[in-house]
């Protein structure tokens, strides 16, 4: 038994290199905003630099192109996009609600669609997690956020989801190393974030800057580093998603908890402190249930 525990203590620490990487990512994007970094050319380099990193690393083989590739090769920059009209329309508080709350659907995609063992006790996680994370959500409403605009973090919650069941899929398909999955997705959704750059471009739209290429190549950085290090708790805990789904959000809420109140003095209400908690209850409960 503490041998499995161990492997699994382990294994857990590709999660929590994907969380760094994510939340770095957080930060990155709500600091470029300080800077007046255009989002759009910085989401687009992003890619173009995760490609080089995959290539460089990894040297992999270029498997056959799947409608599971060319998906994600859509939705990535489609959805970093929609993120950021989210923000601008609906504001910061909806928005992180839906992304949150899309745990849900790989949760329940982990019983449906990849016939994983249900527990007591890992249900039991899985409740505290939600709960966790409703209460980690700041509920009051801010000044100036539109109400018009539903629509966009619906896309990002429906996105959000059906990105994290793909990259699952992928991490299951043993006859294809996942780096080379990976040095398909990044320059898909580089040529198709840097195509509707040129649109912008030819339509007078938008101007090239040099320091957008420089800040979405240290944003890539962070992102090939969430991908890569989730892809691999997928491959390591593969008969436990739900696992890797759950303590993936739930740690992204704590550990960008701490980083909003030590780092930008964020203010947290008694239920968003009450939801910190939570997260660190279901975590424990989720990993005695793997």
């Known amino acids: 038994m503490f041998s499995e525990y161990g492997i699994i203590t382990h294994n857990m620490i590709y999660i929590f290199l994907s969380v760094c990487c994510s939340v770095f990512v957080s930060v990155l994007l709500k ?90 006790l890992k249900a039991l996680g899985i409740i505290i997690a939600f709960i966790a994370i409703v209460f980690s959500i700041p509920w009051k409403k801010e000044a100036g956020i539109s109400a018009n605009s539903w629509l966009y973090p619906l896309i990002v919650f429906l996105g959000m989801g059906i990105i994290d069941i793909l990259f699952k899929q992928i991490a299951k398909t043993t006859s294809v190393p996942f780096t080379s999955s990976l040095m398909v997705v990044f320059p898909l959704a580089f040529l198709v974030s840097f195509s509707y750059l040129l649109l912008l471009y030819f339509t007078g739209k938008l101007k090239f800057q040099f320091i957008n290429i420089i800040c979405g190549w240290v944003l890539g950085i962070a992102n090939f580093g969430n991908i890569l290090f989730y892809l691999k708790a997928h491959q390591a805990l593969s008969d436990t998603p739900s696992m890797v789904f759950s303590s993936m959000n739930i740690g992204v809420i ?37």
């Open 31 to 120: 600091l470029s905003k300080r800077y007046e970094i255009d989002n759009r050319q910085a989401i687009t380099w992003n890619y173009s630099i995760a490609s080089f990193l995959t290539w460089l690393i990894y040297k992999p083989e270029i498997p056959e192109i799947s409608s599971v590739y060319i998906s994600l090769g859509l939705l990535l920059p489609s959805l970093f996009l929609v993120l950021a009209l989210s923000v601008r329309y609906t504001g910061i508080v909806k928005t992180d609600i839906a992304q949150r709350l899309s745990l849900f659907i790989p949760v329940l995609a982990s019983y449906i669609l990849f016939s994983e063992t249900f527990s007591g």
């Open 254 to 290: 704590l550990l960008g908890s701490l980083v909003g109140i030590f780092v930008f003095k964020e203010k947290l209400s008694r239920l968003n402190y009450l939801g910190i908690v939570l997260a660190l209850i279901s975590i424990t409960v989720l990993y005695y249930a793997a």
